[in-house]
């Protein structure tokens, strides 16, 4: 990774439309090295994947729900179970593995309330937890998936 890698990432990142040309054009290269770069950041798995940013509200998904799992059971066999299971329920948009007080985190999105308690019942029916927390949002103040990208921390981890 190197200054220019950082820029195409930061530029990638804001907008993934950009054509080759005007990107190539904002980081100064021409427009085959710079496609090659991106080629290259794509073998390495540094970009996972282009995709389009969809505003839930506009689709009807307005509830953000953060849910905090404790589970008793720790074997690797129970978690496979589970990360199965919660990884193929389309409203969980995000599944974390925790350390401290919660054992798991998801991000839910769904349309409403009723909703999200069919998706609680679900969750709970399905495989044993000692404790399930339900946070709602109430504002989306920020969000994004743009990392900050600074180019020295980058290089040295490269």
């Known amino acids: 990774m190197d200054a220019i890698d950082t820029k195409i990432l930061t530029l990638l990142?804001?907008?993934t439309s950009i054509s080759i040309a005007e990107l190539a054009?904002?980081?100064g290269l021409s427009q085959t090295p710079c496609w090659k770069r991106i080629q290259?950041?794509?073998a390495k798995g540094v970009i996972e994947k282009r995709v389009a940013l969809v505003n839930p509200e506009k689709i009807g998904l307005g509830l953000t729900v953060f849910v905090s799992i404790e589970?008793?059971?720790h074997s690797g066999l129970w978690l496979e179970r589970f990360a199965e299971f919660v990884?193929?329920?389309p409203e969980v948009m995000e599944f974390y593995r925790m350390?401290?007080?919660v054992d798991?985190?998801?991000r839910v999105v769904v349309a409403d309330m009723a909703a999200y308690d069919r998706f609680y019942k679900r969750l709970i029916e399905a495989i044993p937890l000692r404790n399930v927390t339900s946070r709602f949002a109430m504002q989306r103040v920020k969000s994004t998936t743009a990392y900050a990208l600074p180019a020295a921390e980058l290089?040295?981890?490269a």
């Open 13 to 15: 990142q804001e907008d």
């Open 25 to 27: 054009q904002k980081v």
């Open 40 to 42: 290259r950041l794509e």
């Open 71 to 73: 589970t008793s059971d």
């Open 87 to 89: 990884s193929a329920m």
């Open 99 to 101: 350390a401290g007080d």
């Open 104 to 106: 798991y985190m998801l």
């Open 155 to 157: 290089r040295a981890t």
